[in-house]
């Protein structure tokens, strides 16, 4: 019996993985260069978390949890997202009592949503982020979108646009949805059923709404930005000043309210300009009781995610791919039977010399060893026969340049380092 995978999942392999591995690094580069540091929480969470801290009412709580229930009859969930569990995590092994806040973490890992696939969306998909916990500042705020702006200009994209927008506080946010009410209620016999729902548990969601008939009826819904308080209208102003003095190019949005509950203040959405329209590859912002909401103290926080399949779909329609695949430092090509018997205890000196090397699996000919050299990407070939072997001679030859010289293999590693060591190496390990 053949088996497929399951829809909406994707095998990971090749030069795909490769991209995917080098989007993954510079991602965590770029993190740990602003001095966030490694979680990571498990596949399984309460089921509660997410309905408690994500919001009971978001399409991922309503819709796309994939929930089991265990032998104990407890109700469990592969998680939708990651930032309540990251939360959850913090209140549990009491991270916030240190006075080295604020908690600065980035994580990578598989979520789950049963939602409908489509282009750069899947049911299982790789996530990065990062959180800022326990601190409040403008700055905050404003550093945790240049780092996703930046890390997105660091792989390669030329054309990267924010768009931002505030939720305010408690108070703003209570206004906002009274005149939402206010604005839908004459409509509301038009509207989607899920929409005619949220209108009496949380208006703010039907400005997220993809039905098209909904999506172009919110476009003429009243403003967020007219029902912020002072303080939360002084608050997104000195950001935007932040965001101006660090020309970092971005849009107001009033109609950006984000897809999860826990979010206040300050949120933002960050757009790739390419070949092809994905959307928003990333989205994030602020919040001030997800803490609170899944049990521990009332501490701000502000982080942002992207989905890494739909970031490298970009990526590779942008052709930045190119060199995501380091190739082979050398490949062994014994003559003759003798050599070729002899050669796995050079294969392993040249990988403990700290170079990337192969050897072919079985007896051939020159020339198809060549192919197979250069399937694999290697920079150099190391050429001997059995006499040469008993010498201690062998011929390096560098693939790309057509070039050839005898070294020494008594002294391999050194002979290795000359040529591929400092800064040419693919693989060389201090």
Known sequence: MAFQRVKGT????????????????????????????PFET?????????ERGSGETTDIVEKQMYTIFDKGGRSLTHPPEYTAGVARAIVEN??????DLPIKAYYEGP???????????YRQFTQFGVECVGADSPWLDVETLLLAVESLYYLGFKKVKALVNSLGGKAS????REALRAYFEPHKDELCPDCQRRLATNPLRLLDCKVEHDHELAKGAPSIIDYLSEEDRQRFEQIVRYLDALGIDYAVDPGL?????????????VKIEGKKDYGSVLGGGHYDDLLSEVGGPALPGVGFALGLERLLASYIDEGLDSDADPGLDVYLMPIGSAAFERS?????????SGYSAEMPSKEGKLSSYFKKAERSGARYALIYGDEELEQGRAQLKDLARKEQSEIDLTRLAEELDARLGEGEGHHHAE
């Open 10 to 37: 994707m095998d990971v392999y090749g030069h795909y993985a490769r991209a995917k591995e080098k989007v993954s690094n510079v991602l965590k580069g770029m993190a740990e260069l602003y001095h966030f540091s």
């Open 344 to 352: 796995f205890g050079l294969l392993v000196e040249t990988r403990l």
């Open 94 to 99: 009491k991270l916030y009592a240190t006075e």
């Open 42 to 50: 498990p596949v399984l969470e309460p089921t509660a978390l997410f």
């Open 173 to 176: 946010r209570d206004a906002y």
């Open 111 to 121: 979520l789950f949503r049963y939602e409908r696939p489509g282009l750069g969306r």
């Open 257 to 269: 309210v984000r897809g999860l509950d826990y979010y206040s203040g300050f949120v933002f959405e």
